[in-house]
Every structure is written in C-alpha cells, then in structure tokens.
C-alpha cells in the first residue's frame, strides 16, 4: 500500500478522532454503567437515599480510580494493538470506501488538502460515517477488542 494513502487514511482517522470521540470499547461503557447502578443500589438498599448516594458516589470513585474498562484513542489502539499488516489491511478497505470522494491524482502536495476534504465528506455523510465505523468494529471485533463511537 502506497505510503500517501496510508497518511491520508490515518489523518482522515485523526481528523474524525478529533470530532467524533472515538474509542476502544463498545461494552465498557455498559459496564462502567452496571458497576455504578450495583453500587447505587446497595448503597440505597442499606441507607435509603443517603445510601444511594454514597454508593453512586463509590461507584464513581472506583471507576475514577482507573478501575473501571480503560479506554484507548482510536489511533493509539490501532498502533498499539495491531500489527503494521493489519493497520494496512484496515487502511486498505477504509481507502476502497474513501477513494471516490477523491478528485484527483494522490501526491504529497494534495495530502493534506485530501484529508481535510475527505473529513469534511465523511463528516457530513452520516452513510459514509456508518461504513468507516463498521469497518472499524469488524476490524477490532476480530482482535476480541471492543469500539466505541460518542
């Protein structure tokens, strides 16, 4: 895979990381939830409202603590969690999805230019949005990693 669509397609990633929140972790989030709901409802059980509140606010503590699901920035994931051939294979099919919106021939010169507009399209194409984050599930599922999109 050529290196100019590797920076396209890593920036593009950047880009949407920077609007859209996305993360390692799609079932994190439930249970980060569950073990606040748990503590809360102990806690209100054995001390009515007083009660509740102190184990919502262990629940928080607990997972304020770095006990809870860790969440990685999608990019971080990518380098940290897969090999530079499976970083290209995703690369490689988010490109196929990608490469229409481009107008021109690929160079160094229209690199940024080219992430900047592919963003923007991927932005405002809730469809295309759809595709890129199917294809980083399916791509994480396969390493037993959960994804998360805010």
């Known amino acids: ?58 629940g928080a503590g607990y997972l ?19 090999t530079v051939e499976e970083r290209n294979s995703l690369y490689e099919r988010l490109w196929l999805k990608l490469k229409s919106s481009v107008a021109g021939p690929l160079n160094e010169s229209t690199v940024y230019s080219t992430v900047t507009q592919l963003s923007k399209i991927v932005q405002q194409n809730p469809e295309m949005m759809g595709s890129i984050v199917n294809e980083l599930k399916d791509t994480f599922g396969q390493k037993s990693l959960n994804f998360r999109l805010n």
């Not at 603590?65 to 380098?79: C, D, E, I, T």
């Open 64 to 82: 304020g603590m770095g006990y809870g699901q860790n969440y990685k920035p999608l990019m971080a994931a990518l380098r940290e969690d897969f």
């Open 1 to 58: 895979m050529q290196v100019l669509i590797i920076q396209v397609i890593e920036g593009v990633l950047e880009e949407l990381s920077k609007t859209k929140s996305i993360s390692e972790s799609i079932f994190g989030p439930i249970k980060d939830a569950a073990i606040v709901g748990v503590s809360t409802l102990i806690g209100g059980l054995a001390g009515g409202s007083k009660g509740a509140a102190l184990g919502a606010a262990a």
